[in-house]
């Protein structure tokens, strides 16, 4: 615990030193050292937690807060998700400054990007260990502010500051429900103490239990971004700084999971139609989420809708799991629970790896967008490859983790047991059908990603001329590369790390169940690990078989033609035509321009965009009616400031009234 | 003469290369080398044109094997890890497939999802290897793979969960074991759906006419071997025998849920397996020569026919 204090404390107050620094690149260096090094220390104590020793102990600051006090614990869920923030925000902070050398060297935007960037590490570690409603939502608002203020690091770009905008609004309609959620909850609890909620649980009336429930889904689900409260997300991180967007999609995104779960013990006996309702939402987040993400041309932009996506496999495993309390079947809650732990975890990884890639490329070559790109997996061969591995774990193919994790939630079809017949093979439907959609739509987007992005031949002189990052960029990606390989090859590993957190929520299944789950573990094991000893055999095999034949390298086949470019290859925005075209009556995609027609056709230009229809036809009308409704109200805001003071006056006399209780 | 379609068109018109018919058992079921052979007569069973050899497609592979390579020069390590990874998914899943009412290598719960999903690998490399060659024809292929995926996933998985799932067992080999002990109208309706789409499946995934046709001369139609266009010698046999072991895996499953209908012992199940591998490949060989290729935008139907019919099936569970 005081590994916990003291880590916490270097990074909440580790900008001060870079605040005495003159030069950015110290002040960087500064703030990635005090990060690290805190991050270290809250990483330990996180392991220790994680094994179940702080359980039942609260911690307080002695602070004076209103409703209560600054109360704390390191439970064992706690633990696990302040793992994945240190993890994540160490590695990012050791990227970060040779990242940020490229946003110039003005060292007053460097003093507040670390200032911000720290508050924001601190605050999301108060978030997944606060005891108090209060402190939580303190602890909640001080990550939206301070990630808000991370994405607006470039201000002076009109499309940054908008969707910083999009953010804090989405943000704070989020923090509303959430606020209005924790009023009810101490209504009925009597106390803003978590421990309170927690024991009041089972005298929750089950219709204020429905409420609180809608309220932690809406309420989290902006911060999560669920399906059709995604739409921050694909403004946000093309606009953040590539560590700063890997934290919050990699990382602030999963605490509003942790906040779902947490809600969850609130409301102890939870219903299956809660169940149903996140496994729904978690599939259309992931069907919606991922098939945007193919429309999208920009790097950062299709990496921000696969959020959407995984965030939605974490919702159908959370969902699963409520469906199994619900029916008393520990198995399913254990494989749906266990599911979107695992795929908090994965989903950290590689996301951030994919970040991380992303924001190595548009160093190097300049541009973020994929029809830019190409041939540089040739010219930066480390973040070409670990990209490549995160692709694949993204998509869920062996023998990278993200398979173990859907893996699971599959699997879940096999215990899923209800009273009405039918609607036990719907859910094999739905999740069978559902996931599979999702990790061939996965596939689409990444395949688009990775062989148009990194593959094939340079689209532009900027990609031709791209070289290879430093190393304190690219190791952070071939750590976690290796990560991703390590859990997918030895999931049976992780899952004994997991179970102490799982046993401490009464989550672990019968020993013979777990025995079966881990025994297919050990299945894939055994396979994925033959399936790379096949393909480094077969490599031995050609190696032998070609010993003395003739090797040459020739001119890509084109058909009798020999004069082949680089503009003839495939591009982003045709690869994903096909898909487009499918989805156009759901999109309507704009075209402006006109194509080249008949026999001699000139130079046209074209150019088809599509439009998130979420934001096109429900979000941006919303502002519109809404700014119209408050403008009604401007007749108010005169000028005159006699009636001003008037206003002051009434408002007195109105609280005078009211006060005395007249 | 080492362009990749030297070979090719030196095959002539009545160029067959896939169908399966020959399985070697080298142990008492546990360890076995599926080996692929030719199906002698597809076109030519019907319009009488010149035999050739069951085993064609060997001599195919053997003389590949003996080639040089060439390789593109915008490709990186990539493109040379496909083959590789392409072939190991093909033969995991071989060694995964039951056979005849004998287990196959390994089975657990959930092996059927590590086959689908390595199969999903073994396409994803394919397709990034084929971006890697920088050719307008390999990304218009490979384009094509991605889009048809998107309907054959959920119908493969589906199709799993209409055999496996939806009736409780916990493996394919469980699956079958159970199904030789229930009486036929339980489970009849539930294989022929389910056999029905994993024939499509069959010949969607393993680039058949109607949805693709190998041996067109013409690249622009061409969906899988467009990817591989780049592809030669010794690659080109690991990509061959790959595509073979895939089109023999998707038979032998059918036959594998098909035969614990007939209640029969474990030798005539093996030669049943054997017969109808022989009948599904005459069947694709008379598709082949009865029909031309589908339009392309017709293709997703098609593949989708294959996720109704195995939505069919599961939903039987829940009215049987």
Redesign the interface.
């Known amino acids: 615990m005081i590994l916990f204090n003291v880590g916490f404390l270097i990074i909440a107050l580790g900008w001060i030193p870079g605040l005495a620094l003159k030069k950015a690149s110290s002040i960087n260096k500064a703030g990635m050292i005090s990060t690290m090094a805190g991050c270290a220390l809250v990483l330990i104590s996180s392991i220790i937690g994680m094994s179940g020793v702080f359980v039942g102990q609260l911690y307080f600051f002695s602070w004076r807060m209103p409703f209560g006090q600054a109360l704390f614990s390191m439970e064992p869920l706690s633990s696990f998700f302040l793992f994945i923030i240190t993890l994540i925000s160490g590695l990012a902070a050791t990227y970060a400054p040779a990242y940020l050398r490229h946003y110039g060297d003005e060292p007053s935007r460097f003093k507040s990007h670390w200032f911000f960037y720290q508050i924001l590490v601190a605050s999301m570690m108060i978030v997944v260990v606060a005891q108090n409603a209060i402190f939580f939502m303190l602890a909640w608002e001080l990550m939206s502010l301070s990630s808000f203020f991370l994405v607006e690091f470039r201000n002076e770009k009109a499309k940054v500051r908008q969707a910083g905008w999009m953010y804090l609004v989405f943000t704070h309609i989020g923090a509303a429900f959430l606020l209005a959620m924790f009023a009810l909850l101490a209504r009925n609890a009597g106390s803003f103490d978590f421990k309170a909620f927690r024991e009041s649980a089972y005298s929750i009336p089950k219709p204020l239990s429905g409420l609180v429930f809608i309220f932690a889904v809406i309420g989290f689900g902006m911060k999560a971004g669920f399906f059709p409260a995604h739409i921050w997300l694909p403004e946000a991180h093309p606009s953040a700084p590539s560590h700063v967007s890997a934290l919050m999609s990699a990382v602030m995104i999963k605490t509003a999971i942790y906040g779902i779960l947490m809600t969850l013990a609130f409301l102890s006996p939870v219903s299956a139609w809660q169940g149903w309702l996140l496994l729904g939402i978690g599939l259309v987040s992931g069907v919606a989420g991922i098939g945007m993400a193919i429309t999208r041309n920009d790097m950062k932009s299709l990496l921000a809708y696969s959020s959407v996506e995984n965030i939605g496999i974490i919702a159908v495993g959370v969902g699963i799991g409520i469906l199994g309390q619900a029916s008393a079947n520990g198995v399913l809650a254990f494989l749906g629970f266990g599911a979107a732990f695992f795929h908090v975890l994965n989903h950290s990884l590689f996301k951030s790896l994919l970040f991380f890639g992303s924001g190595a490329i548009q160093t190097a070559a300049n541009t973020l967008n994929i029809n830019e790109m190409?041939?540089l997996?040739?010219r930066m061969p480390f973040t070409?490859a670990a990209m490549?591995a995160g692709a694949?774990a993204i998509?869920?193919?062996?023998p990278f983790n993200g398979?173990i994790s859907?893996?699971l939630i599959?699997?879940s079809?096999?215990s899923a047991r209800f009273e009405t017949?039918?609607v036990?093979?719907?859910y094999?439907?739905l999740v069978?059908?559902?996931?599979?959609?999702i990790?061939?739509?996965a596939?689409?987007a990444?395949?688009?990603l990775?062989?148009?992005g990194l593959?094939?031949?340079p689209r532009t002189k900027a990609a031709a001329q791209a070289n290879e990052v430093v190393p304190a960029m690219y190791v952070p990606m071939i750590v976690l590369a290796s990560l991703c390989l390590l859990i997918g090859i030895f999931p049976s590993t992780v899952i004994g790390f997991l179970e102490p957190m799982l046993s401490s929520l009464n989550l672990l299944p019968p020993a013979a169940v777990l025995d079966?789950m881990l025994?297919?573990l050990?299945?894939?094991q055994?396979?994925?690990s033959?399936?790379?000893a096949?393909?480094l055999f077969?490599?031995i095999?050609?190696k032998f078989?070609?010993r003395n034949?003739?090797?040459?390298?020739?001119?890509?086949?084109?058909?009798g033609y020999d004069k082949?470019d680089?503009k003839?290859?495939?591009s982003s925005s045709?690869?994903a035509?096909?898909?487009v075209s499918?989805i156009a009556p759901l999109t309507r995609p704009k075209v402006v321009g006109e194509l080249p027609a008949l026999h001699f056709p000139k130079m046209k230009d074209f150019k088809v965009d599509v439009q998130d229809p979420v934001l096109d036809r429900v979000v941006v009308p919303a502002y519109g009616w809404t700014g119209k409704l408050f403008g009604k109200f401007s007749i108010i805001q005169h000028g005159n400031t006699h009636l001003y003071v008037l206003y002051i006056v009434l408002a007195l006399l109105v609280a005078l009234v009211w006060g005395l209780g007249l | 003469m080492c362009s990749p379609f030297w070979w090719r068109s030196s095959g002539g018109s009545d160029y067959e290369r896939y169908a399966s018919f020959l399985n070697s058992l080298c142990d008492c079921g546990t360890i076995r080398s599926p080996v692929c052979g030719h199906h002698p007569k597809d076109e030519g069973f019907l319009f009488r044109e010149e035999r050739i050899s069951l085993f064609q497609t060997y001599r195919d592979l053997f003389k590949l094997l003996h080639k040089g390579i060439v390789y593109s020069k915008s490709v990186s390590w990539l493109f040379k890890l496909a083959p590789l990874a392409s072939l190991a998914a093909s033969l995991i899943a071989c060694a995964w497939l039951p056979f005849g009412g004998m287990t196959g290598l390994f089975s657990f719960t959930g092996g059927f999802l590590l086959i689908a999903y390595l199969f999903g690998a073994a396409r994803f490399v394919t397709m990034l290897a084929s971006l890697d060659t920088a050719s307008a024809f390999e990304g218009m292929g490979a384009n094509r793979e991605a889009l048809f995926a998107v309907f054959a996933e959920p119908a493969l998985l589906l199709g799993f969960g209409a055999v496996i799932v939806a009736p409780g067992n916990s493996s394919l080999a469980n699956a079958i074991s159970v199904a030789q002990n229930t009486t036929f109208s339980d489970y009849g309706v539930v294989a022929a759906l389910a056999a029905v789409s994993f024939f499509i499946l069959a010949l969607a995934e393993n680039s058949r006419i109607p949805v693709d046709d190998p041996t067109t001369h013409l690249e622009l139609t061409m969906i899988h071997e467009a990817m591989i266009l780049d592809n030669s010698g010794p690659d080109l046999a690991f990509i061959e025998f790959a595509s073979s072991l895939k089109l023999w895996f998707f038979y032998v499953l059918i036959a594998d849920i098909i035969l614990p209908l007939f209640h029969v012992g474990l030798v005539a199940r093996i030669c049943g397996t054997f017969l109808i591998v022989f009948v599904l490949a005459a069947l694709t060989g008379i598709v082949e020569s009865s029909m031309a290729r589908l339009r392309l935008m017709k293709v997703p139907q098609f593949i989708g026919s294959a996720a109704a019919f195995a939505f069919i099936a599961i939903l039987l569970k829940g009215i049987l």
């Open positions: 190409g041939g997996l040739k070409g490549l694949a998509c869920g193919f062996p398979f859907e893996f599959y699997t079809a096999f017949p039918m036990r093979e719907l094999i439907v069978l059908g559902g996931l599979a959609l990790g061939a739509l596939a689409y990444f395949t688009k990775g062989g148009i593959l094939g031949e079966g025994n297919s050990r299945g894939i055994l396979s994925t033959a399936f790379l096949f393909i077969l490599a095999v050609r078989i070609a034949k003739y090797i040459k390298v020739s001119e890509t086949w084109g058909c082949p680089a003839m290859q495939y045709s690869f035509e096909p898909f499918l």
